[in-house]
């Protein structure tokens, strides 16, 4: 087959799908166990709010602040009060219902990913493809694309996932070897994505901090995440997970209609200089299963 003769012509601002702005309707179980409801287009700066950051509420302030026990993604402001105000005309054990329900499906799990887990992770990260810069890819991978980069993972680094009550994927987190020349055997390149509509909850620390653990136990020195610029909540994530930005290209990529830059951001698995052991791909079993459990609250 003849190869094209230009690149990829370069993606437009008309590219970009549209993502429904952000609303929220949540309750909080503060310290003392009852229940606050409220509305909020940004769900992990609210939940901040409400536990000592600015501008919470004086219901929080004085009833201890709280933990999330609720929360329900709204087509927008106006769905999102309505939903606030129906919310507070509920009884407290119609509300406590709801937090019940919401906790058992919301009960995350994280798990190694296994080959048939290819379609939806495909599927999140298509998502992203079509709606944002965090990743530079302008057309979606297929999903044997997707498997075969899995396996991948699986084998050399590590790949979870994490899935709620209903077995939904609730997003992923991987990492790759870094580089083929083989002075890099000891570095990873780490990614994560989360499902939109569970962003802020968590999720994406506890897929991180499994990969990140069995990195360490399989011998890896160093993982090596490259950040899109502008992407701040990665960036504060990353930061959150004790990574630190070494580099920046100010001008690399180009993605629905404007110049993007890229961060180098590392995290060092191991301590010292001397000359490494070689990273054994496989570990025992009971290392990884006691991994996923620390992830999963277990222990
Ligand atoms: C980046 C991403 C994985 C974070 O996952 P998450 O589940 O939303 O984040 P968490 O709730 O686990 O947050 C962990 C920490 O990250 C930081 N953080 C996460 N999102 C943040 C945001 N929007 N603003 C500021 N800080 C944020 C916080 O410091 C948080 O600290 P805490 O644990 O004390 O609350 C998620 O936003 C995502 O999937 N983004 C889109 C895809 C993407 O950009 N992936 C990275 C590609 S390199």
Redo the contacts with the bound molecule.
């Keep these: 087959m003849m190869s094209p003769r230009t690149g990829p012509a370069p993606s437009t601002a008309a590219d970009c799908l549209p993502v429904d702005p952000p609303a929220w309707v949540y309750m909080l179980r503060c310290a003392d166990g009852s229940l606050y409801s409220g509305w909020t287009n940004d769900l992990?700066?609210r939940l901040?709010a409400h536990n000592g950051g600015s501008h919470g509420a004086r219901y929080t302030r004085a009833h201890g602040g709280g933990t999330l026990a609720y929360a329900l993604r709204c087509t927008g402001k106006s769905d999102a009060m309505h939903r606030e105000t129906a919310l507070k005309k509920l009884s407290k054990a119609e509300k406590e219902a709801l937090a019940a329900t919401w906790a058992k499906e919301n009960t995350i799990t994280i798990r190694l990913a296994a080959p048939e887990d290819a379609e939806t992770i495909n599927g999140l990260y298509c998502w992203?493809v079509d709606h944002?810069t965090?990743?530079y890819q302008y057309g979606h991978p297929t999903v044997d694309e997707t498997r075969a980069d899995l396996c991948l993972a699986l084998e050399k680094a590590a790949f979870v996932v994490a899935v709620d009550g209903a077995g939904n994927l609730a997003?992923y987190a991987c990492a790759h070897p870094w580089h083929t020349r083989e002075a890099f055997s000891w570095d990873a390149e780490t990614?994560?994505?989360?499902d939109?509509h569970?962003?802020?909850?968590?999720?994406?620390?506890?897929l991180?901090t499994a990969v990140l653990e069995i990195l360490k136990a399989k011998g890896y020195w160093n993982a090596i995440?490259?950040?899109?610029d502008p992407?701040?909540?990665?960036a504060?994530?990353h930061?959150?997970?004790g990574f630190t930005r070494y580099g920046r290209e100010p001008r690399t990529g180009y993605k629905f209609g404007r110049w993007l830059g890229l961060d180098y951001w590392v995290l060092p698995l191991q301590e010292g200089t001397g000359a490494p052991a070689p990273v054994h791909y496989d570990l025992p079993p009971e290392e990884l299963e006691a991994i996923l459990r620390r992830a999963n609250g277990e222990n």
């Design positions: 992990a700066r901040h992203y944002s965090a990743t997003g990614t994560v994505y989360c939109p569970r962003l802020s909850l968590g999720v994406g620390r506890r991180y995440a490259l950040v899109a992407n701040p909540p990665s504060a994530f930061k959150a997970l």
